[in-house]
């Protein structure tokens, strides 16, 4: 059965102080790891496709990292709009398109 | 966005009654799900469909019908609607030329009373 955690379930930052959000999954075969934002009271945006390890991706100030067990969310100097729930998600090769999702990390960054 | 819209997008309704929720999609895509999200098990799907009156269930359809008799139409129905079937209600697509990112509806948030 695929699995997947995400560390911390929330995270305070003040403006300018990057971290990282974890995802840690079990799938048989990876087909691909997505991330999404989510801010409250809206569906998930979709943000980063990972396929392979050692694979980034970047988007303004954020940058998305996979290695055989885990991904991370690496957020740079974050400011107060990225403040959301940002959700993790695996695609298991063979399982059809469908998404196993984590129950996100809720982040919120102050002035 | 990807040109995806739910209906109704707030509904509160009695133990028992039936319930039909809509998500129409623009992307002319073959691919629509039904997601529920709750807290503590984030989202999970209810049923997806490859096609029109081609549907297959997800991890959590006990409960769920759906149906697609248009491709751009994917109606999610609780015959007889519980509590624990309060939950926020999203539909989501894949864009055409994207292969596996799927993309999501603003939500249905759905009160069982």
């Known amino acids: 059965e695929d699995q997947v955690t995400q560390s911390p379930e929330a995270l305070r930052l003040q403006e300018g102080e990057s971290s990282s959000l974890n995802c840690s999954y079990t799938?048989?075969?990876?087909?691909?790891l997505f991330w999404y934002r989510q801010d409250p009271g809206k569906g998930p945006e979709f943000l980063f496709t990972?396929?392979?390890a050692g694979e980034e991706k970047e988007k303004e100030r954020l940058k998305a990292t996979l290695t055989k067990k885990e991904s991370f969310l690496h957020i740079t100097a974050p400011k107060p709009e990225d403040s959301a729930t940002y959700l993790c998600?695996?695609?298991?090769?063979?399982?059809?398109?469908?998404?196993?999702f984590g129950t996100g990390t809720q982040l919120k960054v102050e002035l | 966005d990807a040109g995806i819209t739910q209906s109704p997008r707030h509904k509160v309704t009695e133990t028992g009654t039936p319930v039909t929720l809509r998500c129409h999609q623009t992307e002319n895509h073959r691919y629509m799900y039904w997601y529920r999200q709750d807290p503590g098990h984030g989202l999970r799907l209810i049923h997806y469909?490859?096609?029109?009156?081609?549907?297959d269930k997800g991890e959590v359809s006990d409960g769920y019908s759906v149906s697609r008799s248009k491709t751009e139409d994917f109606l999610l129905t609780l015959e007889s609607a519980t509590s624990s079937q309060t939950s926020v209600y999203f539909c989501?697509?894949?864009?055409?030329?994207?292969?596996?990112?799927?993309?999501f509806g603003p939500g249905t948030r759905l009160t069982v009373t």
């Open positions: 469909s490859y096609g029109v009156k081609d549907t």
């Open positions: 989501a697509t894949n864009r055409p030329g994207q292969t596996y990112e799927q993309y």
């Open positions: 998600a695996v695609q298991a090769t063979g399982g059809g398109n469908k998404l196993t």
């Open positions: 799938v048989s075969g990876l087909r691909g």
């Open positions: 990972l396929y392979s």
